[in-house]
T-cell receptor, first 114, second 113 residues
């Protein structure tokens, strides 16, 4: 019963490098989300996908792109990493788009950009 | 738009003492409210949620929260703290038509032996 799986768990990038964070869920959830967590700022939404085939910007989308590859997978890409993107990234999913559904979170990717 | 404010970024309690974490919300419509816990180097886990069925909501690990509309609050309590309760706790709000949950800044709980 894996839930939400994120890879990699840790990554160090040099400024200007690119990478893709992977997320997969096995709960047949329709909606998926990418958040970043920074000290004292809670979680901020980067991008989300309400359902397979759709993606939309959240609060802090600049410098990121996403792909909803299929119902299970939702990836986050940093095209040219910057030190300001040093953060912990969480993928989450929920069964439906309606507000009463809570999230199931992955264990996070800790990214450092030097 | 919905938002939450968590009062106190750090709370320190003695083992066996009451844990009280404060959350106030702002919402133009009846909200859905959530509490999540994050243990060190882990993702967030759902503790409990309020979806209008009952104002007193019981969650996992002995936690409960009470929805008070008149005070726009959803405070989290546990009667007796355990060392394993040391973690960061997040309050979150959503609305029926909301595409996302909005999170507070978090409260870190330290439990003293």
């Amino acid at each position: 019963n894996a839930g939400v799986t994120q890879t990699p768990k840790f990554q160090v990038l040099k400024t200007g490098q690119s990478m893709t964070l992977q997320c997969a869920q096995d709960m047949n959830h329709n909606s998926m989300y990418w958040y970043r967590q920074d000290p004292g700022m809670g979680l901020r939404l980067i991008y989300y996908s309400a359902s397979e085939g759709t993606t939309d910007k959240g609060e802090v989308p600049n410098g990121y792109n996403v792909s909803r590859l299929n119902k299970r997978e939702f990836s986050l890409r940093l095209e040219s990493a910057a030190p300001s993107q040093t953060s912990v990234y969480f993928c989450a999913s929920r069964l439906g788009f309606e507000g009463s559904y809570g999230y199931t979170f992955g264990s996070g990717t800790r990214l450092t950009v030097v | 738009a919905q938002s939450v404010t968590q009062l106190g970024s750090h709370v320190s309690v003695s083992e066996g003492a009451l844990v009280l974490l404060r959350c106030n919300y702002s919402s133009s419509v009846p909200p859905y409210l959530f509490w999540y816990v994050q243990y060190p180097n882990q993702g967030l886990q759902l503790l409990l949620k309020y979806t209008s069925a009952a104002t007193l909501v019981k969650g996992i690990n002995g936690f409960e929260a009470e929805f008070k509309k008149s005070e726009t609050s959803f405070h989290l309590t546990k009667p007796s703290a355990h060392m394993s309760d040391a973690a960061e706790y997040f309050c979150a709000v959503s609305a029926p038509s909301d595409y996302k949950l909005s999170f507070g800044a978090g409260t870190t709980v330290t439990v003293r032996a």
